[in-house]
């Protein structure tokens, strides 16, 4: 599936926050293309969203807690994590409190509304991250690591160890996305009890109820501990089954904690914002330090994406050849700088130069180490961007062509003798007077060499003044 995702229609589920113990109602909407995940505060002024963004992140205590100008949701984990496990790109996150509903402490009930909802499929292709190298990050603090390393598809393996002999090392592994939904959605959250204790003197879990949570016994339930227990969740009695853990609850597999924390790492990734092609290897994970694993992968995401080079099959019969492009623009050799249009349409244009020795300013622009001027770089974009504004008049034979502003440009590696110079400009903004704005960038040998932005003009010969 390379196509965009979203669901077929909004699906709502009720329930309460573990740690405010507000009742809260979720409702997943549908959302178009390139929308990703989006929070929306609907019992706030003006509806304000948070979008899943790693940069986001203000607190990952009991949670991963988003906030931005002010606004908060807490414990976004599970949910994002049925969203990564069912593959649906974009969609509306509408809550009615800060922190979605713990549910039973996984993944579950939202796959299984999700699903209900049904998953469309959209026109636009899908941008997935795909690992070349090795990413590592290292929690030194808490010897927490996570690395990410290049395979075929998305996969994650969790080892925890918490150094207790109720709950020893554990692993789990995911070896396609598509295993999410019926071998890790269902593994619940798990605390052990010492922490239970620390956030109940916090005053948070005020929505646990001792479902949605399984408690490791890691230390003697004493009577007062049992008697605080009983009044928090509202139960007669409690005790602890001969495997370690309160009476609450069964384990639904035997790794169910490392399970978990696989949900984790998933939902806590999806905060890079892009699907990933490698294989997470995550040694005692935890939201601190999955969520700046996330941040360091959404930079390096963000750059790869600003640095992409788009393919062009430079051996096809082009759209335009030299002959042609001097029939529409008035530049002739040495100054015309531009030999093939490859692509053409109302908003952009890809043009190509083969760069050789024979160019006339090599001569005496370092000649012992012959480089493109920059300048020229630019002039061939903007000879390609006249190309693109005089499209749109019938007789471009009348017209000429000016430069009004150049901003941001950027010279980031050197052309020289042997390449070949791809350039391609977008459309800021629709041509409107013969004015035409646009964003160019050119490419050499898989890489980025020049970009700016650029305004030129196209004006009629008979009104230029000489």
Request: net charge negative; hydrophobic share 40%.
């Amino acid at each position: 599936m390379n196509k965009q995702t979203t669901i077929s229609k909004p699906v709502s589920l009720h329930g309460v926050g573990i740690h405010t113990g507000k009742k809260v109602e979720l409702t997943f909407k549908p959302a178009p293309e390139n929308h990703g995940y989006v929070f929306c505060r609907v019992d706030l002024e003006g509806q304000p969203k948070v979008e899943a963004d790693a940069n986001l992140v203000v607190n990952t205590q009991r949670g991963t807690n988003l906030q931005k100008n002010g606004v908060d949701i807490h414990t976004s984990e599970h949910v994002l994590a049925a969203l990564v496990g069912l593959q649906i790109d974009n969609i509306l996150i509408e809550l009615n409190a800060s922190e979605p509903p713990i549910m039973d402490g996984s993944s579950k009930f939202f796959v299984e509304a999700l699903l209900k909802a049904g998953i469309k499929e959209l026109d636009e292709e899908r941008f997935e991250y795909v690992v070349k190298e090795n990413i590592s990050f290292v929690d030194e603090e808490t010897g927490s690591e996570i690395t990410l390393i290049p395979a075929e598809n998305y996969q994650v393996t969790t080892m925890v160890d918490f150094g207790t002999k109720i709950l020893g090392t554990q692993n789990a592994t995911l070896k396609d996305i598509t295993e999410f939904k019926d071998d890790f959605a269902h593994a619940r959250t798990f605390s052990f009890l010492h922490e239970l204790e620390a956030m109940l003197n916090e005053g948070l879990i005020k929505g646990g109820d001792l479902n949605n949570a399984i408690v490791y016994v890691d230390k003697e339930l004493s009577e007062p501990t049992m008697k605080k227990l009983c009044t928090a969740f509202n139960r007669d009695k409690i005790s602890v089954t001969p495997n370690g853990i309160l009476d609450n609850l069964t384990l639904k597999y035997p790794n169910e904690a490392a399970r978990h924390k696989l949900l984790d790492v998933i939902g806590d990734l999806a905060l890079a914002g892009s699907r990933i092609r490698g294989k997470v290897i995550a040694n005692k994970p935890g939201h601190k330090v999955n969520t700046a694993f996330a941040k360091k992968l959404a930079k390096i995401i963000k750059q790869e994406k600003r640095n992409k080079v788009p393919t062009f099959d430079l051996n096809a019969e082009p759209l335009m050849d030299v002959n042609d492009i001097m029939n529409v623009l008035p530049h002739r050799p040495p100054f015309l700088l531009v030999d093939k249009i490859l692509e053409l349409s109302d908003t952009h244009i890809v043009g190509l130069k083969s760069v050789t020795m024979n160019e006339p300013y090599f001569v005496g622009h370092f000649p012992g180490q012959p480089v493109m001027p920059g300048v020229l770089q630019i002039e061939a974009m903007a000879q390609a961007g006249g190309v693109l504004v005089l499209n749109t008049v019938d007789d471009p034979e009348n017209y000429l062509t000016f430069f009004m502003k150049i901003e941001n440009a950027k010279f980031k590696n050197p052309v020289v003798p042997g390449d070949t110079l791809v350039f391609k400009m977008e459309l800021l903004s629709p041509i409107r007077r013969g004015i035409c704005h646009m964003h160019a960038v050119a490419y050499s040998r898989g890489r980025i060499t020049t970009e700016a932005e650029m305004m030129a003009q196209i004006v009629r010969k008979d009104q230029v003044k000489v």
